[in-house]
């Protein structure tokens, strides 16, 4: 084995121009904003106004979320006296395969479905049904719908739907996620609407990322909100924090019990 | 010690709304970039479209640098099989003292100078001129001055003081970091332009920013970055890294010697 | 969603006592070292002094492993300003599916084999043949074996069958692995010893670990090895690191072009 | 700027051998357990058998502590779908400045103030009484005594203290632990025993260790508690945690209010 040389196409430098798949870092600063860029750095391309404007509304919907998951790992982080970045580090530690990565799975399958429909030159509302028809008859969950903290439904959700209409970035994939959501309002009882996850997959889906970085949109913007509660953390709450109420940790495992001294002693 | 009630000033949410700051996720959404609402977060008021540029023109200046230390640790991470938000966790851990923490220090002493100033009633070109000559005759460094990958000046300082300057934000902590890159030009024999760190610094404390948060316009943006590096990793080099050149490596510690088992064998 | 009661069976305490699966630490301590610990805190029970004796071997063969992928990687997070455990957190995420990992899935395929044969009333002798035999017409590598820094067998592998066997700890698992690698020998040109990753898999299964802890027998260990290394960049290497040399670096992308104003401009 | 050859001292490897310090790993692996394995990479030297039991009692000691910020950092990494090394890297962050930390600044008090003692020609209790006096008198605390969650005194503390003394190891680190807490008895109206980081920094400083590694011997045997909190976590507790019970979380930031739509519509 011999040692590889470093290549890579995201970016370079010389001592003096920066550029990012080519754009030097100069035009970048002066032409988009940080959507924008973003767009660049995974697309190689410049996105339109409207396409930069709904990736800062995706980025901008997920940015923070009040006291939940990642911002209280980043808390307890932040109160044993650690640097802010660390903080942010062990926060999106958490955007795991149950958060950010579920939103992976979304647009994976959106696509898979997408292609499939097109292939089978079937319609996107007619393929929905079928989809929601098999899921049902198999009692299979489709993800991407519900939210147990926002039962009702989620604001951001219709915004990022009335954002990509108005932008005319409303393609198949989203059509095909509110399709399903309509087919599952009309199969099941209840209304399961689309949440925050599967808006995001098929947004980007339709903007034309790889379902494989969905996570970064989540994890990148929300580095941003889990700092400002290591901030808060800090300034707000001295001494480290007690990681439960102490009568809300039960022990159950075995009792207490003598060392078994004649079978470990060495 | 009982346990503490979880309190936050940074967001909140029920089953209807998700705030930050007390203004509405969906508006925000639909009013404000993510450098926009950045602000929002740690500034709790919505910036003025020039502050959200300026601040949109930060993140982009650091959002990625080719290959440099954040992101061959991202990659390392990444080619050992190992999820895109670790690798991304991974490689903001590098921003600590040595690169956010520089621009950290650099803010704090440009807050600190600017008041000094004003209150001792001196002009900054003065106190500019003041600083400079200590430093030099204590021989101590100016922080913020001077990058060893860009040794004639970078460009992204020369674009975010043109931009500070043209959206009539360029205030005094700018203002006294020029001063003393042009004092540093008269007194020393060689120019020293103002750094990344430097200008980034003077900026975020004219936009207001507390100077303890300066290294989470590096580590966000950089976020995204080194996930790109990171992905490129995975696609582009089967296998992992080998992570020196073996004839690069120096074992300079004692040579091998036997196990002095008589002074340990238990 | 009601939030749910943290329960646990790993460990408790109240004012007087701290406990691991119900013996007192302060009885661990007394008559186990860390090895001995870590058996009771993955299988609940004593080890027998002859299991614990292997359970540090195997962490000793694993401390370190001079400058490699997670030293590197932590050397890097240090040499930017760190403080040491975020050094460790950084260098013990590469310890993933490459290489952990690796582990992880000998030591499950290990299992599954001996059931395998155990089911089929075969002898594991027998149940190698076929196994190589098998994998060879199909073209398949069987993990855990060969090894690119230590292509003529690792040292370590060889003590760790030896003390396995002469503290009469060679179960199922290690044989049926030294069976593959007879098989291996005979049947290709080259041979093929049995790894590190291999050994330590067939051990740990033979010591009645679950094969999803694999990766922690390595990461515990190495943490230590890292920190080691942390420290010594802290004291020995003075200023950050340089990632890779500058000629080592190419970038491949589009080249530097032109911002397409007409497209982009808002 | 040129690039480093990388040099370590630490350990190193050829196809052949592995070695530590100059100790083929193969010799440790035999002669040593893992507690005895970390004294040759943090020494140099082998210890004696009463030192390596020693520096055992100090990693079991601390190996685990049911559900405290550690672990409950690594279970709500795991419960998010995360890697174990992940759900360790995020849970050992957490021994900071804080924790951890607070063992260093009592190792490093201790050694100063031995070392003052010793030229001051002062016996160690009445440099004991002498510290006590002056902190009382400045409302000063002295660092590595009392504990929140085990005031009357932690079992852990007394093992380490007598068995420092069976194995004579109790050098002149522990002696001025030991004076001072007889002296805060004395001079203070309740007894504020020897904490465990207390207890560890004089054990590790009379070890002969650096004041700067006083964390490792913390978070490394430490990672291997959380990693059994983080396998419990996906084991028992299918889903991802929620935060914080709902009625526990006070948002005291402004009010909701409408977006200024007139000072940022762009």
Chains 1, 2, 3, 4 share one sequence.
Not at 131 to 160: F, W
Request: with cysteine; charged share 25%.
């Amino acid at each position: 084995m011999t040692a590889k040389r470093w290549r890579t196409a995201v970016s370079g430098y010389d001592t003096e121009h920066i550029q990012i798949s080519g754009y030097r870092v100069r035009d970048l600063m002066r032409n988009l904003d940080f959507g924008g860029t973003l767009f660049v750095l995974y697309q190689q391309r410049v996105p339109s106004p409207q396409e930069a404007r709904l990736l800062n509304a995706i980025l901008v919907s997920v940015i923070d979320h009040g006291i939940v998951v990642p911002s209280v790992v980043a808390r307890m982080v932040a109160a044993s006296g650690v640097p802010l970045q660390a903080c942010a580090a062990a926060g999106i530690l958490t955007i795991g395969d149950t958060h950010g990565g579920a939103g992976e799975q979304v647009a994976r399958k959106l696509c898979e479905e997408v292609s499939a429909a097109r292939q089978a030159g079937r319609e996107l509302a007619e393929h929905a049904r079928e989809l929601v028809t098999q899921a049902r008859s198999r009692k299979q969950r489709i993800e991407g719908y519900g939210h147990p903290l926002h039962p009702n439904g989620d604001e951001r959700v219709d915004v990022l739907v009335e954002m990509a209409r108005e932008l005319e970035l409303l393609g198949p994939h989203l059509e095909l996620a509110l399709a399903i959501e309509d087919e599952l309002a009309k199969q099941a009882s209840r209304r399961l609407p689309l949440n925050i996850d599967g808006v995001m997959a098929a947004t980007l889906m339709d903007l034309g990322f790889d379902w494989r970085l969905a996570r970064v949109f989540v994890f990148v913007p929300r580095a941003a909100g889990i700092s400002a509660h290591a901030v808060e953390e800090v300034r707000r709450e001295p001494g480290w924090r007690v990681a439960a109420r102490p009568d809300e940790i039960e022990y159950d495992g075995p009792s207490i019990r003598d060392f078994p001294h004649s079978a470990a002693e060495p």
